[in-house]
């Protein structure tokens, strides 16, 4: 028996990385998923991998968000997860004072937007079937400062924790659950390879993780796993950090 079996889970930006690496695992685990990525090329392929539904899906437009979620519950026959998973971190978001409005602009409508859309058009599909789960995905950055910024991100993350409290304290009596999931670094092409083009990036990081190293793809997404599923029937409204201790981190091991 699997740990989702008989859930219908939405994950959004499921074309690659994370989002991709939750579309397979929830499946193997008994979900039925829906594939949604901007890409819709890249969704169609995961699709096509775990058995589930492709939706080419733009989560910072309402008529997108509200297509893609209508098009899961005729599929599917309801919807139980959201896992709102999207999101965008542009070269140009850095500084305050190098980052121009049109960048910050474009990163709030993803990362903000894109997550007030899935959850404004999504909860009422969780709400018909008596309850579910609502996965946002925030950031580490929204918890720490950093001297390396990006200005828009680390504010959009901010604004996804908030909005997750409110949602989970607003709809709890109502059997919806809304947990912000907080990665720390993971390893993934984009970040190493951003690491990498920056000599002593890598190194000015990880001296201040705990464990050493970044978090493997596969770490974050077992614990969404876990709160899309059952077992996490009483965490609600949370801050669901997994960063391997970074923010709980003064001095680390040499």
Known sequence: ????????????GAGGGMGAAAAVLFTEEGARVCAADVDGDAA???????GGLAVQVDVGDSASVESMYRAAAEHFGG?????????ISPADDASILETELEAWERVQAVNTRGVYLCCKHGI?????????????V???????GAAT???SYTASKGAVLSMTRELGVQFARQGVRVNALCPGPVETP???RIWGETPGAAERRLVHLPMGRMAKPREIVNAALFLAGDESSYVNAATFLVDGGLTAAYVTPE
Request: aromatic share 6%.
């Open 79 to 87: 919807i139980d997860v959201l896992y709102n998973n999207a999101g």
């Open 138 to 144: 925030a950031s580490f950055v929204a918890i720490v």
């Open 1 to 12: 028996m699997g740990r989702l079996d008989g859930k219908v889970c939405v994950i959004t």
């Open 44 to 50: 169609a392929r995961v699709a096509d991998e775990i």
């Open 190 to 192: 984009l970040l190493l």
């Open 124 to 136: 009422p599909y969780l709400l018909e079937r008596g309850g579910g789960s609502v996965i946002n």
């Open 149 to 151: 910024s990006q200005i």
